[in-house]
């Protein structure tokens, strides 16, 4: 049997009505506070093996927390319909083991 892999890049725009606080509490299963649209997003999803917050290595250390990023992007860009965030949509083989998925996003994203 063949596998099918997909790889899709998606911008999270305030103007088509996504926010980045719920696109990350839906994605890292997390509940999470938006500070621009005042608004608790309670996500209760129990499917989420594994959530990792990629930063530059010189970026602030607060950064590795979700509720602290998400609160700093939503400050800094206040346009109604500014893009604050990219989402990065994979499929990969059901045979590989969660560390070695993890080890191929973990490179992809160091690499790129």
Wanted: charged share 25%; glycine share 4%; net charge negative.
């Amino acid at each position: 049997m063949m596998s099918n892999y997909y790889f899709k890049v998606d911008n999270i725009k305030r103007g088509e009505g996504r926010s980045i606080t719920s696109s990350m509490s839906y994605i890292s299963g997390r509940t999470l506070y938006d500070c621009y649209n005042e608004k608790t997003y309670y996500c209760r999803r129990n499917d989420v093996l594994y959530c990792e917050v990629y930063q530059p290595h010189n970026a602030p250390a607060q950064f590795k927390d979700l509720q602290y990023l998400c609160n700093a992007i939503d400050k800094a860009e206040n346009r109604y319909d500014s893009r604050t965030g990219r989402e990065f949509i994979c499929s990969l083989p059901n045979e590989l083991l969660l560390p070695e998925l993890i080890k191929i996003v973990d490179e992809y994203v160091t690499e790129h």
